[in-house]
């Protein structure tokens, strides 16, 4: 099974450095960065308002883990949102191009 995994970066020079980063690891095969977007939420008390370029990424479901790990020490906020989104179908060439771009999950023979 494929996921994709969504981040919100502050920039696109992050956004660009993490998804780099991923990819250099073999732990997402791919990487999409989509444009500025506006973001409001709670941290620490305060609502926040600012500006965040969201980054979607794709790999094997069973390397989700490490690659959260991955993202979260690569990613300049404290606490980034690093969503798992489970693809329900896709095309079998398309599933078998992400095995074949990232690294088998530890532990895997």
Not at 18 to 44: D, H
Not at 69 to 97: G, K, R, S
């Amino acid at each position: 099974m494929i996921v994709e995994i969504w981040i919100n970066c502050p920039s696109e020079d992050a956004a660009d450095q993490l998804a780099r980063g991923l990819m250099e690891q073999r732990l997402v095969a791919c990487s999409n960065r989509y444009p500025r977007i506006s973001s409001r939420y709670f941290w620490k008390g305060e609502v926040v308002e600012a500006e965040e370029v969201p980054l979607l990424v794709k790999t094997r479901k069973a390397l989700f883990a490490e690659a959260a790990a991955a993202a979260a020490a690569l990613h300049p906020y404290e606490t980034p949102a690093i969503l798992c989104l489970d693809v329900a179908a896709a095309n079998q060439d398309y599933i078998d191009w992400i095995f074949a771009e990232t690294k088998a999950p530890d532990g895997a023979a």
